[in-house]
């Protein structure tokens, strides 16, 4: 079982920054492809960015360029550094452990979301 918090979400201005930090609990972080969804209300969730144990990463193409993924093993921890932000980035973000592949169909969660709002 893996627990994920998020943090960092907020207010910001068309063009400004923020960092977004999901902490997981539980054991095998390495094991698992970490990625950041958004959704906004009455539509699907969607891919942002995902990034492997080894670093590879994928990006939606509206986000690439501006936002950045990235994860610490040692600190179970992913981030999404997003700049240049804009109003169309206003979203819900929900961060994602999938180990699938390695450890099982049960083995995909998520956190609670974190709501990033850009706007003047």
């Known amino acids: 079982q893996v627990q994920l918090v998020e943090s960092g979400g907020g207010l910001v201005q068309p063009g400004g920054s923020l960092r977004l930090s999901c902490a997981a609990s539980?054991?095998?972080?390495?094991?698992?492809?970490m990625g950041w969804y958004r959704q906004a209300p009455g539509k699907q969730r969607e891919l942002v960015a995902a990034?492997?144990?080894?670093?590879?990463?994928n990006y939606d193409t509206s986000v690439k360029g501006r936002f950045t993924v990235s994860r610490d093993n040692a600190k179970n921890t992913v981030y999404l550094q997003m700049n240049s932000l804009q109003p169309e980035d206003t979203n819900v973000y929900y961060c994602n452990a999938d180990g699938r592949v390695r450890l099982g169909p049960h083995a995909d969660y998520w956190g609670q979301g974190t709501q990033v709002t850009v706007s003047s």
């Open positions: 990034i492997t144990s080894d670093g590879f990463s």
């Open positions: 539980g054991s095998d972080f390495s094991l698992y492809v």
